[in-house]
Each structure stands twice: as structure tokens, then as C-alpha cells.
């Protein structure tokens, strides 16, 4: 069997989470909250936290990309990232938006088109597919 790597890291991406808070009188309100982990400590050993992930990004094309045109999908991707397991986590329980390059305006904002997948188990890597629906 061959050897899965991530071939490039250079696109940023962001993950927002769905998160509702109720309002006495006005009913839900939903917002989406950056994910953020820790990547190290200062000098006083507080955390230090990133909310930048870098990841491969590849663009659908074939069957796969004609399908999702046809399906009224604008714009699909492939992403593979290293393992982050709050990243991880919030894709296969919650809510989750994908912002391409960290943009949070309509034009990159992303949705999950498959399930995500922890390459083995192994806890190297996370792949997943996106689309887009918006326009221009």
C-alpha cells in the first residue's frame, strides 16, 4: 500500500462552528464561532492560540465536479489537512463552514460535501470534500 502524504500546505483556511444561543423575547440567534487550538506557550506558559489552518486544496473536476454541476453546486474542492483534533471533531458533530483563504463573506464560504475522513485512523491527516452554492 502507498504511502498517503499532503503534498502541498499552502491554502488558509478557517473553520466557524454553528453555534445558537436563545433570546428571552426574540427566539434563537445563530452565529458561527472561529475554532481555535492551542500551538504552543509564551513565555509566562500561557497558551498561545491560532485559529490559521494551512491545508491542500484541490479544485473537483471530472464525473465528480459535472455531478455537483448539475446538482446546482457553484464551486467543489478537495481538502486534506494535517490532523488537528478540534478541527476533526467539529466536522463530524456540529455544524461547520469552511472559509477559504480565512474570508468569512459569502464568495468563500464553504460547506462540508462528504463526511470527514481521519486517513486509517492514524491521526495524520483529515480529507474532505466542499461546495459552494453562491454565486460570483
Not at 488558509?12 to 436563545?22: I, N, P, R, S
Not at 426574540?26 to 491560532?50: H, L, Q, R
Not at 492514524?122 to 470534500?129: A, R
Request: glycine content about 8%; overall charge positive.
Amino acid at each position: 500500500m502507498s504511502d498517503q502524504r499532503i503534498k502541498t500546505k499552502r491554502t488558509l483556511v478557517k473553520f466557524g462552528v454553528q453555534k445558537t444561543t436563545q433570546i428571552a423575547g426574540k427566539g434563537a440567534s445563530t452565529s458561527w464561532e472561529i475554532i481555535k487550538v492551542p500551538i504552543g506557550t509564551d513565555d509566562n506558559g500561557d497558551p498561545i492560540m491560532s485559529d490559521c489552518f494551512y491545508c491542500e486544496w484541490v479544485g473537483s473536476y471530472g464525473a465528480a465536479a459535472i455531478q455537483q454541476q448539475a446538482d446546482g453546486v457553484k464551486r467543489s474542492a478537495r481538502v486534506r489537512l494535517p490532523y488537528v483534533k478540534a478541527v476533526y471533531d467539529a466536522l463530524i458533530t456540529k455544524g461547520t463552514r469552511i472559509y477559504l483563504y480565512g474570508k468569512t463573506d459569502a464568495a468563500h464560504t464553504f460547506v462540508l460535501a462528504s463526511d470527514a475522513d481521519d486517513y486509517l485512523e492514524q491521526h495524520k491527516f483529515i480529507e474532505f470534500q466542499v461546495k459552494h452554492y453562491g454565486g460570483k
